[in-house]
């Protein structure tokens, strides 16, 4: 049973199964902000009573830190509120979860513990290409779009009087970093290294996946991230094949195999496109 965890000031964290992923809340005098929506309109329904519960104020706005089916599939739930998220979210829904769905729902038994059918992709109503803020009414939070990393969609919720920020998965903690569906594995460390920057030693971190951390935790993932992305250039550079390539920077960076693995297919296939392109 998972029940509301408060972070720090109004800000709540709620950790759903599947997948350990976290939904936060923060509220404001004016109403509540509702960050990431689960996996369906099922789950969305669920994580709204479950809101209900712990405030009677309403939800008037929702973010969504990217676009894997986990954290924005619940979206078409809540068509009352402004949805803030990725300026780059329709555009991935359109290349990568849209064409994910299809197959899903053409063989269902490939995925047992998921329900697809009435899930229709709900893209943010508010595309955010640049920081922007949000006023809650008696405070504010701050969207930060990032550059591509986990995916090309990611960005951070900042709750300023709360020191406490919403990651989404470009840091986890309950399982090793995703590297799924339209993630950027050389550009990813260097994300988190500019994140890093904007976050002082004692502020609240929420990972997509896991119990808060820490600055510090940011930095051990990013040190790991860059082991990754430097292993995949270096192996790239010496036209090593992919399998030993993987099985090298998964020994250098203590990751699962199977994650190094798709980090390597994608770090190779975005280095053969921009040394093509620069040909
Ligand atoms: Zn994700």
């Known amino acids: 049973m998972s029940s509301w965890n408060e972070v720090a000031d109004r800000v709540y964290q709620r950790r759903y199964d599947p997948l350990d992923v976290s939904v936060c809340v923060v509220a404001g005098s004016d109403g509540l902000l509702l960050v990431d929506t689960r996996c369906n309109p099922r789950e969305a329904g669920e994580l709204a009573a479950d809101v209900a519960e712990l405030s009677s104020a309403p939800i008037r706005w929702v973010a969504n830190t990217h676009a ?26 359109a290349e990568f979860e849209g064409p994910r769905l299809e197959s899903w729902l053409a063989a269902p038994e490939s995925q047992p513990h998921y329900d697809w059918r009435d899930v229709r ?23 930060h779009p990032l550059p591509p990393g986990h995916t090309d969609t990611d960005l951070i919720v900042e709750i300023p009087d709360a020191a406490t920020w919403l990651l989404g998965d470009v840091v986890e903690e309950s ?37 808060p951390v820490d600055r510090a935790f940011l930095l051990e993932q990013a040190a790991v991230l860059h082991i990754v992305a430097d292993g995949i250039r270096s192996s790239f550079d010496q036209s090593e094949p992919i399998e030993s390539a993987s099985e090298r920077v998964a020994s250098m960076s203590r990751l699962p195999l199977e994650i190094v693995e798709s980090a390597v297919l994608r770090g190779y296939t975005q280095l053969a496109a921009s040394a093509g392109a620069s040909e």
């Open 121 to 143: 992709l709900t893209p943010p109503t508010v595309p955010v290409t640049d920081v922007l803020s949000l006023d809650l009414g008696d405070r504010l939070v701050r969207f």
């Open 68 to 93: 894997h089916y986990d954290h924005s599939f619940g979206n078409q739930v809540f068509p009352d509120t402004s949805i803030f998220g990725h300026h780059l979210i329709a555009r991935h829904f």
């Open 175 to 211: 399982g090793p970093p995703m590297y799924g569906s339209g993630s950027f594995p050389l550009g990813w460390p260097g994300v988190l290294d500019n994140i890093a920057e904007l976050i002082a030693p004692g502020d609240v971190l929420v990972p997509g996946h896991g119990r």
